[in-house]
């Protein structure tokens, strides 16, 4: 169930952004004073303005809907225990190598200590 509708909002994510690519920006209406009108005729006489910002916004909805979903099963008290990023001391006992305690005790990490001179 989680992967449908991760699919359908990696669905939509696409289509909302072609959507908006599609869409005239607002100087575009300077081009219709000088004939650029014409080609627009087939939306009907306000161009696809309506229809690709009534369909931007239901697809926004679905994209919002579809997130709040997700966002609800990433939440849920039964989630699978390796989700996630794991921690590094478990990463480094499933390669079978010593952690960085392991081995911290039997080896001598003081540094010399350089004396200041007063010169």
Not at 14 to 20: C, G, H, M, Q
Not at 83 to 106: C, F, K, M, V, Y
């Amino acid at each position: 169930m989680q992967v449908a509708i991760l699919m359908i909002h990696v669905a939509i994510a696409v289509a909302l952004v072609v959507l908006i690519l599609l869409q005239q920006g607002k100087g575009a209406e300077a081009g219709a004073a000088f004939g650029g009108g014409a080609s627009q005729t087939v939306f009907g006489s306000r161009g696809t303005g309506g229809f690709l910002s009534r369909t931007t916004a239901v697809l926004a909805a679905a994209f919002f809907a579809t997130s709040l979903t997700l966002a609800y099963f990433a939440t849920q008290a039964g989630q699978a225990p390796e989700a996630g990023i794991p921690d590094s001391r478990l990463i480094e006992q499933q390669r079978g190598l010593p952690t960085l305690d392991d081995e911290a005790r039997d080896v001598d990490n003081t540094a010399p200590v350089l004396e200041e001179s007063d010169g």
